[in-house]
């Protein structure tokens, strides 16, 4: 049985005492997620909730590790307004990197993500590197050989735009497609990475997505949300 990876991604949402909430719901129904064999989870919240949630991960023992949404590409310093991995490195075990949102709405370039890809990796910190398309891995390749050298350390996540609910109608992307693609950044790669995908992944289209060679779980946004609908798409209930 592959290790399924299940990475929420709450974006800009929920304030601590949803958050909190929302472990709760988690909490009480504890025993179906730890029974869950061959499988990971990853919450990535607001920089501002991570304290109040490590705190209760730590208390109830819940099987959840965190992550944040993004880093700053720089060490320690004069940066206004950047979160460096080691104040990271101080909640989290992850961090997704590259998101599309970034780069679109935030104007976050190959070279930046490259920069933190490489501050993460020094930290000790898992990246979870968003790929929007094949050709944007291309370019990350051209960059650097980051990406190949520690590939073994890296979750990659291929997550078309397109893809991606924003908040509405779920529209993921054909499963073959979903598969093909990730199984393209192997290829590229040249090694037998961790891919998974993102884009519209919910508790009805986890099985076709999933059970595709290549998926190895999903980048879920709109669906990470809400407690009942997460448990039910990563316990297939
Ligand atoms: P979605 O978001 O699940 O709401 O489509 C996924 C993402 O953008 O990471």
Redesign the pocket.
Known sequence: MKTLYFVA?W?SNKTIQEAITWLQKISNLKSQISNLEESEIIVCPSFTLLPSMKAFLEEHQLPIKLGVQDVSPFEEGAYTGAINTKQAKEFVTHAIIG???RRRLFHETDEDVIAKIKQVLAAEITPILCISDIAQLDHYLTESTTLVDNAEKIIFVY?PPG?????GA?RAEDPETANQNAGEIRKKIGKQVITIY????NPDNRDALFGQEYIQGG?????SLDAETFIKLITNS
């Open positions: 991604n974006k998101h599309s949102e997550e893809a991606i609910s924003g908040g779920y993102g884009g519209s992944v980048l879920v946004g709109q669906a």
